[in-house]
């Protein structure tokens, strides 16, 4: 599998409008399975809790981009190897604080770490 590009990455960049949603679930277990799974396939993926306490939800996203049409070529790649193309949808970050849900395996456990994106 190609590396993605750097609009491609996980890791927001400040300003980026678009993302590429792969998944989103009301079980944190769900969103790390699928984020899991896209990883051993070579994809890069984050995990990131949204909603108040009993009304929590994860979106499972791979990548951030200046313009949708930067994830034509992931976006191939996934339904190729997955039969699953996503959702390219409007960045609902910008400008927010949010957090990164990364599994530990080794401890059985769960860190979160924050990110800001600036607008």
Known sequence: MAPLAAAESTDPVDGQAWMLQLGYFS????????????????FEAVAIPSGGPGEQ??????????EPEEFDDLRNRLEDVTGDRGYVLKNPYIGKTFQVVEETVEEDFYITRRRTLLA
């Not at 939800?57 to 200046?66: C, T």
């Open 27 to 42: 079980k944190l277990q769900n969103a790390l399975d699928l984020k899991d799974r896209l990883v051993e396939l070579g």
């Open 57 to 66: 939800s994860y979106r499972v996203v791979g990548g951030w981009a200046d």
